[in-house]
């Protein structure tokens, strides 16, 4: 394991120590000391979790306009843009949106016409964005078959329950994307996201120096670059990136889910985000929507891996909880 060169961003990390069961007492000096206590803590449990399971990857958390972790673990080349993928795509669908091409109300009969006479036909682009499609369960050779398989059957609850799992409703938003601009997805979100973003190093798809990264692969910094011209109104202006990241569904306390984003709270204090990966893949990405704070891991992981390191940044960052695991309780839809 080794220490990646830290740059000197101007993001910190989420302030949500306030209300963790751990939280120290009021006084800076107090909150001061127990902060070093937590940081050296979760140093030891993150490389105790990545050299017992052989992860490979990079974890960025900055704090006070300095990287308090900054660490690599393995080769750090090709990583896996997993999830990652996810918030582009929703970003794409706000530049669709503040251009007048889209809106997150629309249906996707209207807006996507293979969608006509499937079950997806009344969904509406929140209900993708928002991880709440309802999509029956199928199976299927490919993630392109169990999609078509699903506009075959009924919808299960579309607008109440959500599930972060599913990847189908994504691949959909995609579609969408390239319906709407008249462009491919991938050569859409280049131009048009990570372009603008200055994520030289982020890809779609498999290129020549990561021929088997089929999904896409991105770095690091990239993340960053991302969550500043986010910040910035770079990417999208204010008001579509505002909207992105509102509560639309309530998960629970502490808890509730955006476009394409999670949204966590504690008291006055939020954070938005995104978790994800899958089996072998590693990404969650959160910044504090109204100051400068953000944390970045991602990496390829065995799954026991990936769960054990994020309950370490939970537990030491002290996070809400995140979002319901599939199949629980339907939760009910607050207004878009």
């Not at 393995?74 to 889209?102: D, F, W």
């Not at 996201?193 to 910094?221: N, Q």
Request: hydrophobic share 40%; proline share 8%; aromatic share 4%.
């Amino acid at each position: 394991m080794g220490v990646s060169a830290g740059r000197a961003p101007l993001l910190v990390l989420l302030p949500l120590v306030a209300a963790c069961s751990h939280a120290p007492p009021a006084s800076s000096s107090s909150q001061a000391e127990r902060r070093d206590e937590w940081l050296v803590a979760l140093r030891s449990d993150v490389d105790r979790i990545a050299s017992a399971d052989g992860f490979q990857g990079q974890l960025r958390v900055v704090h006070g306009g300095k990287a308090e972790i900054d660490q690599t673990f393995g080769p750090s080349t090709c990583l896996p843009l997993g999830s990652g993928r996810r918030l582009l795509a929703a970003i794409a669908v706000g530049v669709l949106v503040q251009e007048g091409t889209l809106g997150f109300e629309d249906r996707l009969d209207r807006q996507l016409p293979s969608a006509r006479g499937t079950s997806f036909a009344g969904l509406s682009v929140a209900n993708l964005l928002t991880d709440s499609a309802g999509l029956a369960p199928t199976t299927g050779a490919s993630l392109a078959d169990r999609l078509d398989a699903a506009g075959k059957v009924p919808l299960q609850g579309p607008g109440s329950r959500v599930d972060p799992d599913d990847d189908r409703p994504w691949l959909l938003v995609e579609r969408l994307v390239a319906q709407a601009s008249g462009e491919a997805f991938e050569p859409f979100v280049v131009r048009r996201v990570a372009a603008p973003a200055g994520m030289g190093g982020t890809s779609l798809g498999p290129t020549s120096a990561c021929a088997d990264s089929a999904e896409g692969t991105t770095t690091l910094e990239d993340q960053f670059r991302l969550i500043d011209a986010l910040r910035a109104g770079t990417v999208l202006q204010p008001a579509t990136r505002d909207a992105l990241w509102a509560p639309r569904l309530s998960l629970g306390p502490g808890s509730e889910v955006g476009y394409g984003l999670f949204v966590r709270t504690n008291g006055e204090q939020r954070a938005v985000g995104l978790v994800g990966g899958g089996a072998a893949l590693a990404y969650e990405l959160w910044l504090d929507p109204v100051g400068t704070d953000a944390l970045v891991l991602l990496g390829r992981t065995p799954a026991r891996t990936a769960r054990g390191i994020r309950t370490a940044l939970g537990e030491f960052y002290a996070l809400p909880p995140g979002p319901p695991q599939p199949g629980g309780s339907p939760r009910r839809s607050v207004a878009h």
